[in-house]
């Protein structure tokens, strides 16, 4: 193709910008806290080249790594293409090389058995060392002063698995890191490796085990006992894939699971727990245990949330039609045949985030992103879905207490960082990049609008930023982001 389609993976908040740049000094309205110092980290998708088919989708283009780093107030800004050796490679040639999402059958023959993935979806910081991550390869490792990119990383030839989780989970009190890697043998593989490394960044331990179905396993969660492990019937077929066709399809007649084994114990001990038909969640919030009991939070929806998987299961499901909700999901690990017991905690939404400190325990609040139904106009076009989020919510699981942030009308939120505050008793903050309309909202070119780095209250959420950062710019879509402290910065690996 000579030009990028205009289909809703390329317009709106995914209009491909191409551009690597880096910004000094940005306008801030407001006033940042002196103890948010460092660099929040985010994973952009953005195309180098306009793509091999008109049906591509934004899950599949060019990972960037963009940085806001910020410091006594001031705050800059770079983003850099993420050298892959796909990267490489079509840069090289000029074009577009890989075709389909995740489908080697339809790539040009020059680059056959080459490195496929994009590294799109989440940064990783761990062990002094920052990596770009998407689940269909493993992750690279980039410079976190320059955003240069050092390489594929394996842990120094020790990883077998072919892949890397874009959700990997960080124990704050042991600081080791629990990973896992789907499709782990390649295309269609239904083995996954199950993954620890150390504090200092050391691979310990890799064990593989078969999940029931070949399904897109996007994340899981530990709890100081468990490592767990949710699977949703969005499927990969290898003969549909070899003709040519999509990798994922969504089967709305198949269970769910849930796969469940002691953190630090053999894959043997897995056991797989049947759940309702036909459901899907990319993200769980996080999960704890209470005595026998086992919790896992998710933001649940009643089908898959990507139309191309609803479609290539034959499912004509609408956008606006599709049901969920934050939902607790618990185990009674003693009885003789566990079960799955369903409640829900809060409104329907994603990108949800945790303070680093609870991870696998119990939480007093989360955050997570949603669609204000009282929001005036329509939504900003853009994101893997098509309409991106336009509020922030802040839940209390426990109480069911319910605060909200909307943007400007017509705008859209990406998914919040957590930034700890040193002050006994204070919540810390949040750090959210805001796209807001430079005209009337939904009306004019989606592509115009201008982008902003907000920092709010993290307990506070209702009385929106106490900061804005403006960049002058319109950013692409974020995936996920990650908050680095400037002493870790300091202990990185790679120096400046």
Known sequence: MGAFPQTIHFIGTNTPRQQEYSLDNLEVEGEIPAAINGSFFRAVPDNAHPPMFEDDIALNHDGMIARFDIKDGKVSFAIRYVETERYLLEKEAGRALFGRYRNPFTDDPSVKGKDR???NTTPVWHGGRLFMTKEDGRGYEVNPHTLETRGRWDYEGKLRSETFTAHPRIDPVTGEMFFFGYEAGGLCDLNVAYCIADKDGNLVKEQWFEQPYCSTIHDFVITEKYAIFPIFPTLADLDRIKAGGPHWAHHQDLPSYVGIMPRYGDVSEMVWIEGPKGVSCFHEVNGYDDGDK??????????CAFQFMREAGGLDIDQRDIKGA??????????HKPAIEQRELGPTGDLCRVEDAVQGRPYPRAWYLSMNPQAKGPPMLGGPVGANFNCLLRIEPETGRLSMMETPPGGAISEPAHVVS???????WLLSVIDIPNGPPGAGDPSDYSSELWVIEA??????PIARIKTGKALRSQVHGTWVAREKLANSKLSG
């Open 422 to 428: 040193p002050e006994a008793g204070h919540g810390g």
């Open 459 to 464: 307990d506070a959420v209702e009385k929106g």
């Open 117 to 119: 993935t994009v590294a």
């Open 326 to 335: 934050l939902t607790r999901w618990t185990i009674d690990m003693s009885a």
């Open 294 to 303: 086992v919790h896992i939070d998710l933001c649940l929806t009643d089908t």
